[in-house]
C-alpha cells in the first residue's frame, strides 16, 4: 500500500526552527520527485519546493529560499524539510506529495505554528 507520512510539526516561536519528515512505504521515493506544499487556514494548498527523482535537483519557492531545505535520506526512504528563521506567516498545514503513475499521492499533513 503506498503511502507517505509527516510528521516533526507543531508549535515554535518566531524565529525558531522545526525539522519535518515525510516517509514512504510502499514505493522507493528517491525513483520519484517529492514536493512540499502548504495550507494556511482560509488558503490554497501551496507548493513551497520540491526534490527531483535521482540526484536530487531542487526547487525552491521564493518565500522560502534562504530559510527551508529539502534532503532526502534514500536509506530511511524520507525526505526532510528543515525550517529555519521561521514566520507566523509560515502557520500552515504541511503536506508532502508524491505523483506517482499519474495521480497525486498525498500525506495526512502536520501542523505548524509559529506564534509568541
Known amino acids: 500500500q503506498l503511502q507517505l507520512v509527516e510528521s516533526g510539526g507543531g508549535l515554535v516561536q518566531p524565529g525558531g526552527s522545526l525539522r519535518l519528515s515525510c516517509t514512504a512505504s510502499?514505493?522507493?521515493?528517491?525513483?520519484?520527485?517529492i514536493g512540499w506544499f502548504r495550507q494556511a487556514p482560509g488558503k490554497e494548498r501551496k507548493g513551497i519546493l520540491c526534490?527531483?527523482?535521482?540526484?536530487?535537483?531542487?526547487y525552491y519557492a521564493d518565500f522560502v529560499k534562504g530559510r527551508f531545505t529539502i534532503s532526502r535520506d534514500n536509506a530511511k526512504n524520507t525526505v526532510w524539510l528543515q525550517m529555519n528563521s521561521l514566520k507566523p506567516e509560515d502557520t500552515a498545514v504541511y503536506y508532502c506529495?508524491?505523483?506517482?503513475?499519474?495521480?497525486?499521492?498525498w500525506g495526512q499533513g502536520t501542523q505548524v505554528t509559529v506564534s509568541s
Open positions: 506529495n508524491v505523483r506517482l503513475g499519474g495521480s497525486d499521492y
Open positions: 510502499g514505493f522507493a521515493l528517491n525513483y520519484y520527485a
Open positions: 526534490i527531483s527523482n535521482g540526484v536530487g535537483g531542487t
